[in-house]
């Protein structure tokens, strides 16, 4: 029988696979940071609460983790199994705004309790694929030999960087503006005034740019 202990654990195994604590998950996956903190497991009369079925397919999407995978996370000996070996190495991150200040020692580098780590999302699983930038014509948000990484899987949030392939045209890269229940609006990266919409059935894909080397 599937306990409630049994199933936080095995979200906080996931999270450890991945090189995220329960709150870098949450935030990887488009949930509120606070989704998966202990504090939220219980109500404040006691009585047990359980994670939405919604809250865990997006984890499983944002890793790519299978269902049968995390099945077997339920039990105790499968969760220290490590992450799969495409999976990219953390990396240090932290908040950045003009109040914040993240911790650096006396060489540079990141310590203390702002940093979390950040793993980019396994190649094969979240079909990962990278364009290199040519011309001048995305300045001045890229460059000329630029290259960027995108992900069809991962979620498209308003104010996310995307290629876009229309139906009968080029694919391009923009910023998704907003959408509504039947288009998407679009705004350029070089910064022109003009805006682009879209409606749902005139795109063909898009992916979300989760990466850029500059």
Same mark, same amino acid.
């Not at 310590?111 to 190649?123: I, K, S, V």
């Not at 990962?128 to 948000?141: C, I, Q, R, W």
């Not at 070089?190 to 409606?199: D, E, I, K, T, Y």
């Given at each position: 029988?599937?306990?409630?202990?049994?199933?936080?654990?095995?979200?906080?195994?996931?999270?450890?696979?991945?090189?995220?604590?329960? !709150?870098?998950?949450?935030?990887? $996956? =488009? +949930? @509120? *940071?606070?989704?998966?903190?202990?504090?939220? #497991?219980?109500?404040?009369?006691?009585?047990?609460?359980?994670?939405?079925?919604?809250?865990?397919?997006?984890?499983?999407?944002?890793?790519?983790? !299978?269902?049968?995978?995390?099945? $077997? =996370? +339920? @039990? *105790?000996?499968?969760?220290?199994?490590?992450? #799969?070996?495409?999976?990219?190495?953390?990396?240090?991150?932290?908040?950045?705004?003009?109040?914040?200040?993240?911790?650096?020692?006396?060489?540079?580098?990141?310590?203390?309790?702002?940093?979390?780590?950040?793993?980019?999302?396994?190649?094969?699983?979240?079909?990962?694929?990278?364009?290199?930038?040519?011309?001048?014509?995305?300045?001045?948000?890229?460059?000329?030999?630029?290259?960027?990484?995108?992900?069809?899987?991962?979620?498209?949030?308003?104010?996310?960087?995307?290629?876009?392939?229309?139906?009968?045209?080029?694919?391009?890269?923009?910023?998704?503006?907003?959408?509504?229940?039947?288009?998407?609006?679009?705004?350029?990266?070089?910064?022109?005034?003009?805006?682009?919409?879209?409606?749902?059935?005139?795109?063909?894909?898009?992916?979300?740019?989760?990466?850029?080397?500059?």
């Amino acid at each position: 029988m599937l306990s409630h202990e049994q199933i936080w654990a095995a979200i906080d195994a996931l999270a450890k696979r991945h090189g995220l604590t329960s !709150s870098g998950l949450a935030k990887r $996956a =488009g +949930l @509120d *940071p606070t989704t998966f903190n202990p504090s939220k #497991r219980f109500a404040g009369d006691g009585r047990p609460r359980w994670p939405s079925t919604e809250s865990l397919s997006k984890i499983l999407e944002a890793t790519g983790e !299978s269902v049968g995978r995390f099945v $077997a =996370g +339920l @039990d *105790p000996e499968e969760r220290t199994v490590p992450a #799969r070996p495409e999976a990219f190495a953390g990396i240090p991150v932290a908040a950045f705004s003009s109040e914040a200040d993240a911790d650096f020692d006396a060489k540079g580098a990141p310590t203390g309790p702002a940093w979390e780590p950040l793993t980019l999302p396994p190649r094969k699983a979240d079909k990962l694929f990278a364009l290199s930038v040519e011309g001048d014509g995305l300045l001045p948000v890229y460059r000329h030999g630029d290259v960027v990484v995108i992900s069809r899987k991962t979620p498209v949030r308003t104010g996310d960087r995307v290629v876009v392939k229309p139906k009968n045209s080029q694919m391009t890269l923009l910023c998704l503006e907003h959408r509504t229940a039947k288009a998407y609006v679009f705004k350029a990266l070089s910064g022109a005034s003009a805006r682009l919409q879209l409606g749902h059935e005139d795109v063909d894909w898009m992916g979300r740019i989760v990466w850029a080397s500059q």
